[in-house]
């Protein structure tokens, strides 16, 4: 990417007292490219974003936004001259301005007709013109979080910060104004880093997770990529459940109660072998067999519960998500296959 465009976050560190929470943290954002930062509570993702704002000041590292030294040696940029904007969940609306003055608050400067026409313009974009006149208390969560993203979006900022901002919303609400806020930030091309715990909203929002644990990027990547070549157990068993096997390796083989898959490990040794619940499916043909220790249906697809034994290995209790609704009953005996797309083989810890 050009490197006068965009965000760009070199070797990021910082500590709270003595605490290290951001470790050597180096990104990039291309204009109109969306990055989440995904990872457990407390792994640094917040503070990562508030360095990128200038809400905090690194211990070390630079932050150039649109080519400008925003943090670091040079400069030391405040917030509000870094022309960013931000969507926070607790980002609250200006309770006493109507939301049509919430949205022009930050075009403070500019001439009143083109403050009320750009308004008008970000209040259609999110679906919200005709609450203009409405106060901030009339709306619900999900119409309050659009105008807090119309008035993010109205300055047209060089980059868009947003924490967690779907959190307080429930389930239904969360999932349709995640999707309206991901296509009025891809239709105005505007460079987005986003901060989630949840790898399914980052799945669903992300051109690139960058997954960190730590204070560290562990792995960067496109969604899929992450989800199919994860690069260690952790970012493995974030997409999701994952069965895991403690499996020996010989001849280049990992051996679990599942059958053998091929490992390539360099030499004999131990692996962990983590296989997706998704990858393995009923199969009469298949290799291994499992009892069924219970069967639910979970809406689209069924969780069945194995136990899988094998005459030299120890037995392993496991389980498969199945595509079918039709449950197989309780201590029933099945085949199963397992798809080796959804198996990972890593060194033992
Ligand atoms: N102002 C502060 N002073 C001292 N410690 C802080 C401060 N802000 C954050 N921390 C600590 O730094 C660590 C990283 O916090 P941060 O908020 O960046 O993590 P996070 O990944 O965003 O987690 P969460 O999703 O829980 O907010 C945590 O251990 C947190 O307690």
């Known amino acids: 990417m050009n490197s006068t465009t965009g965000l760009v976050m070199s070797n990021i560190t910082h500590h709270f007292g003595r605490t290290q929470v951001v470790d050597d943290v180096s990104l990039s954002i291309a204009p109109g490219e969306l990055l989440c930062l995904l990872g457990p509570s407390g792994c640094g993702k917040t503070t990562t974003l508030r360095i990128a704002a200038g809400l905090e000041v690194p211990s070390a590292g630079t932050v150039v936004l649109n080519g400008t030294e925003v943090s670091g040696p040079h400069a030391q940029l405040p917030p509000e001259s870094r022309h960013v904007g931000f969507l926070f969940q607790d980002y609250a609306l200006f309770p006493h301005l109507r939301v049509r ?29 005709d609450y203009a006149e409405s ?33 307080g919303l429930d389930k239904r609400l969360r999932d349709q104004v995640r999707d309206e806020t991901l296509h009025v930030l891809k239709r105005n091309r505007v460079s987005t880093l986003m901060v989630t715990h949840d790898p399914e909203e980052a799945m669903f929002m992300a051109d690139r997770v960058a997954v960190m644990r730590q204070g560290r990027i562990v792995q960067m990547d496109q969604p899929q990529t992450l989800y199919n070549q994860p690069a260690d157990p952790f970012v493995a068993s974030f997409f999701g459940e994952v069965n895991v096997f403690d499996a020996a390796i010989a001849d280049g083989m990992a051996q679990t109660p599942l059958g053998p898959f091929a490992a390539s490990l360099n030499g004999a040794g131990k692996a962990q072998v983590l296989i997706r619940p998704e990858g393995i499916s009923l199969d009469p043909a298949g290799g291994a067999e499992g009892i069924v220790l219970a069967a639910r249906l979970l809406g689209r697809v069924s969780l069945v519960h194995l136990r899988v034994e094998h005459p030299t290995l120890p037995a392993h209790h496991l389980h498969a998500r199945l595509a079918s609704r039709a449950l197989p009953a309780e201590g029933e005996r099945i085949r199963i296959t397992v798809d080796p797309s959804q198996v990972f083989i890593f060194p033992a810890a």
Do not use: C, I, T
Request: net charge negative; charged share 20%; hydrophobic share 45%.
């Open 101 to 129: 003055g919430n949205v022009e608050f930050g075009l403070a400067g500019k001439p009143a007709a083109e403050r009320r026409a750009r308004a008008e313009e970000m209040l259609d974009q999110v679906g919200m013109a």
């Open 135 to 167: 106060w901030p208390h009339q709306l619900s969560g999900g119409q309050q979080q659009r105008v807090a993203l119309a008035r993010a979006l109205a300055p047209n900022p060089g980059l868009m910060l947003l924490d967690e901002p779907f959190s």
